[in-house]
């Protein structure tokens, strides 16, 4: 064999090799990246915010005493129903009954002093007009001198009188307090409920509410026909919420139930949790869902989920939430980027942050498209702009999306076998 000849053969077998890896190569570097496709496709989409809260009554009367001493009588215990007016304890009362007689004693001799000063009055009145007449008829007989001083006396019982007529005032006031403190030993039911709270035992002291009103609590009476749950919503949502917004609403108690709601309250001051520094506080607002169809089982301070429903869409376009992502692309931000998404993008040097999905070509490429999102579903966003029904995306996973770039070659993931659930 020449020297050509064997020049010929290695050629031919460096090109065949070469052929080989370069066939092995392409077919490693076609495989593409592994992702979910989806079409775009017209959903039903309901937006939502949920929030924990705990269940309670719409109305209730906290009870307390207004004023100490020894619980003597208790006609009622925990979890009973009780009508409006009805006897529900009494506090000791001797000491209220002492003072009511002693105040009673005053008074009527207050009254009797005032009769007094009212005869002594009368007297000096008649001394005076008898000593006057004689005067007019003989100024000798009696003198100036001695009827100014009847004129004196007069004045005198005239004040006497007055300050008398205060004194039975005051004595009136002090035994009407006394008899104010003496009924309020006796406590009656100021609606109709049920005890849903008794803090107190026969025997024990009340204490006055206004020395400290949690510990002063004796019972709390509530109205059980109309319960409604508070629940705390982030100021980043509490916006999208509005007074009489539908709900469906779980209670713990009852896990495979849930109850129809509706938002009767939003409060306009916020309530802010627990935090390190009032820097870094949660900010929450109290949202009030009154539950339209709770059991008579339902009982106070049960926990509660409120799933407040914010808007719906009835068969709009809708992509996975998932799919959609940010690029940073000047280009796209402000070339191939409809009205609304850029009107979405925030700004930053030189570049726009810009929303939309990747789009899947015939050829297995994807393409970055800017798109314009509505509300959010539980899984979808509404789209508003920028797709249209039937376009293939990418709808995941998220590491995939994340990593993928214009004009990269993405494979299918084969569907996983459906077990007759839900995802």
Known sequence: MTKKMKLGIAGVVIIAVGALVATAAAKSGNKGTMVRIEGV???????SVTASGQIGPRTKVDLSADITGRITRLAVKDGDLVAEGQFLLQIDPQQYEAQVQRAEAALANARAGLAQARANLLQAQRNFERQAEIRKTNADLVSAAELEQLE???????????????NVKQNEASLRDARWQLSRTMIYAPMAGRVTRLNVEAGETAIMGTLNRDAAILLTIADMSVLETKVKVDETDVSRINVGDSAIVQIDAFPDTTFIGRVVEISNSSVRGAAASTTDQAIDYEVTVRILNAPPETRPDFSSTAKIVTDIRSQVLSIPII???????????TTDAPPQAAARTTPQVGKRDVEGVFVVGADNTVTFRPVKVGIAGEKHFEVVDGLEA??????????????????QLVREQPATPTTGKTP
């Open 152 to 166: 004196t006396q007069l004045e005198v019982n005239q004040a006497l009188v007055t300050a008398a007529e205060e």
């Open 41 to 47: 496709e017209a959903r039903d989409l309901v937006a």
């Open 390 to 407: 039937g376009t293939r995306i990418v709808a995941g996973t998220y590491q995939a999306i994340r990593e993928l770039k214009d004009g």
């Open 323 to 333: 799919a959609l992502t940010v690029r940073e692309n000047e280009d796209l931000a």
